[in-house]
């Protein structure tokens, strides 16, 4: 399934997440499985966090993009729309492309 994610982007054009095991570096092209990493003052959801949409009003886009994404194996979380709505929690996840 196709679903989109904001990603920090780094000044060497690498891609990271934005809170959770942020130092990771994420590939393009690459199947990704997610790993559980537990952070103090972060609800625990584990898994890859996507959206439905390129949209998510809650969060900066400043030094960040959206990227395509393919999803496997995952669950779908009722959100507020102020949040992007629907939440896509990904076991296994692709970057495919920086829009």
């Known amino acids: 399934m ?5 990603m ?3 000044k060497d054009g690498t891609l990271g997440s934005l ?4 130092r990771a570096r994420i590939p ?3 199947w990704l499985q997610a790993h559980d990493h537990p952070t103090k003052g972060y609800q625990h959801r584990f ?12 969060l900066s886009t400043k030094g960040r ?8 194996d995952f669950q779908i979380l009722k959100r507020p729309e102020n949040q992007g709505g629907e939440w896509v929690l990904a ?4 970057v495919v492309s920086v829009l």
Do not use: D
């Open 2 to 6: 196709t679903a989109y994610k904001l």
């Open 65 to 72: 993009v959206w990227v395509e994404v393919e999803v496997e």
């Open 28 to 30: 393009v092209g690459e």
């Open 47 to 58: 898994g890859w966090h996507c959206t439905l949409q390129p949209k998510a009003p809650h």
């Open 91 to 94: 076991n296994k996840m692709k």
């Open 19 to 22: 809170f959770i095991n942020a």
């Open 8 to 10: 920090k982007l780094r």
